[in-house]
């Protein structure tokens, strides 16, 4: 007489026990496939439970039988199992009860999974799964996983710690275990539910969990770590409420926003602000009881009488009253004109009229009032502008106080009913954006000797002139002694003929700034083709190849395919850069379709695989990978930072952005344009501040417009861009440490590197003619679920405490002050009394 049973039937092994009551030795079962029977299955595995349970001596009567490889031939079979006596034992049906004569086999060899969530200890999560690919492989671990808490993804993990016991059981890998730490802030004393997922190895299998999950816990070491980390949460979720609230009570305030709408306006309360901050200024810094003569130098040819007069008024009307104004009648053709200028100067000693037999042209006739002025500084005035009251004492304190020997102002135009308009706030001194165009025009303050020693103005560039004279200086005055004083104090005179008007009125000067430039250029040695953008005074200057430094590609990833193989086929497609390699960076891919991508991208010998299996660091992906791919060949080459939703199909992409970080001295690093798929502006520089900490300006402009004074059209020096499409060169990388993996792990990691750039004295520019598409986080996601915003609420603070107080951080020197930056950028303007 027999007993028994069959506990399992899965993945083509019998699993189970059989006894022979009588007790004549182990039992021996017969297998049948298809009626046949096939073979003899003998029951002496150890099962103590049985035995126990029976009350019998021996526990030998246990069995796990594989079927034969033959069976498994993707054919259906029928499976029994007959004691010697020709009686059945019982098969499990579908849902597991052992009642059947015979089951239906499906022969397929099918993989099989194990694991289990043993629980927590010391703050990780501790756990086993191994697989194999079918019944007759070894079990395998170093398996993947993906885990989440409370529906948020917590990160990739391989589970390949040693686990001794469950190899010894499964005669399989030890190597399948899997520690995973668990982040402080869910250390709260409240219920969190982890997922734990065995990632597919093919792309027609799906996520599998894993035994006990999900896993539903209470974390907390000991009850004031559980406090603290309560009264974190407490300030997050305070920090989060206070900041919806700020942007709801700025929507609903009623006061009016100045922008540039209001600028009139605006202008108004600012000389107000100026004349106070002026008047506090000879209280606290005195100027010396003896300042410098200022020779205020202004060609005269045929002005409106009322505005020639205007122009003489404002210089009068100065607080500095230390200035000579020359006054050169430049051929005395207008009767009305010679009459004024002779009427000034016996109204006031120190206007000074110089007249010209025959006209010579507003650089001759400046060249007059140069060599005629006596003051130690010299300042340039058109006979149809108007200065600030405070122009020239604002000028002078500035070079007082910062030692400069050239000093420029902001400015703005007036209309003939009063009205400013059109304001130009400036940068701080940029040599790049100054080749785009003459972005200093009005007011400059230079030092006598300093100007005399440029030498005279050029006619030959007569409309571009004072361009090219401030060329010539960016040549020969250190760069530290050209200073930008942030204030409007000079008024561009706008009238249906002038050049304030339209660029019309003088298209001969387009070409004359074009010439300009290329002598600049030419002078300093730089191959250079420049040109005209859309017949405007804006100019592109096309570097002409010096050399080619082997550039390293690095791009980040984790799956997204599709996504990756078409940013790293596009830029093999369409570069005519002849020295540049990929790294491709894979952080913890899963999908099967990953791995035979990059099975087929490495055939290519310039692409290399880094796979980094850790949480996701942008700062530490790409500083291992710069480390990684360091030869003695690259050492002095260029990085590439480079999204994998970057999409580049300009030929000369990566040309354009080498060939502007080798042209200039000590650049540090190179962003591109980077426009939405909808042809908008992402990126076209970041400016910097404790408001935004980085705000993309021109953000949502179209590609092709000018932006602000040129800026989205022209190459020009910015304080950040953004890492998505980042040249620096390795020498900068590695002198400034890199990203910063510790504290800005994520969020503002590009902004911080570029502060800690531009901090050591290299320049960050925006290359205007490298642009690229970008689908912006489109492979990582936004920020907008409670656990990234807590991140990047943390992380905007490590680049407060980092940064405030440092000037660069507090003013950008290449974004106006008097622009804001949490609203729409080079629009909306500050209160005044926010300057």
Known sequence: MFRGLVDSFSHGVLRGWAVDVLGRGPVTLHLLADGQEIEKITCNLPRGDVSEALGLESSELGFEHMLPEFLFDDRPHRIALRFSDRSVLPLPDADGNPTLESVSFDSALLPETRSFIDGLENATLRGWVTRRPNPRAPWRGGQLLSVSVDGIDLGTYRADHFRGDVGAALKGDPACGFEIPIPGHLHDRRVHRFEILLLPEQSDQEAEPLQNSPYVTTLVD???????????????????????LRREMRALLPTERPTLQHYSRWAEQNRARLLAATAQARVTRPLPEKPPLISVLCPVWKPLARDFEAAIESVRNQTYENWELILVDDGAVCPATSALIKHYAKLD???RPVTLKKNVGIAEATNVAIREARGEWVAFFDHDDLLVDVALETMMRAALKSGAKLLYSDEDKVDPAGRFLEPHFKPDFDHRFLMGCNYICH??????????????????????????????AAEQIPHPAIH??????????KTENSTAATIANKDYAVQAGVDAVQAHLDRLGLKGEVSAINGVTHYRVAWQERQAPPVTVIIPFRDYPELTERCVEDFLASQTYPD?????????SSRPETRQLLEKLSQDPRISVLRIEEGFNYSRLNNLAVAASLTPENEDGFLLFLNNDVFVTQPDFLTCMVQEALNLPRVGAVGAKLVYPNRTIQHAGIAVG????G?????????????YVGRICLSHEVTGVTGAAMLVPRTVFREVGGFDEEQLSVAYNDVDLCLKIRA???????CADATAEHHESLSRGTDDHPEREKRWFLESETMRERWGGHPLFERDPAYPYAFRQDRQTFYDLRNPEEL
């Open 222 to 244: 000991d009850q004031l770590a559980g406090q603290l980390v309560e009264m974190e949460g407490v300030v997050t979720e305070l920090h989060r409420q206070i900041t919806r």
């Open 349 to 351: 000693s120190r206007i």
């Open 443 to 472: 007011l400059v303050l230079i030092e006598t000797k300093a100007l005399r020693a440029l030498g005279p103005l050029d006619s030959t560039y007569n409309g571009a002139q004072d361009h090219d004279l401030m060329l010539r």
């Open 484 to 493: 930008h004083v942030p204030e409007i104090l000079y008024h561009w005179r």
């Open 580 to 588: 540049f390699r990929i790294v491709l960076v894979d952080n913890f």
């Open 690 to 693: 404790p408001e935004m900490i």
């Open 695 to 707: 705000t993309h300006v021109h953000h949502g402009l179209p590609e092709h417009a000018y932006g």
């Open 760 to 766: 050591g004295g290299w320049r960050v520019l925006y």
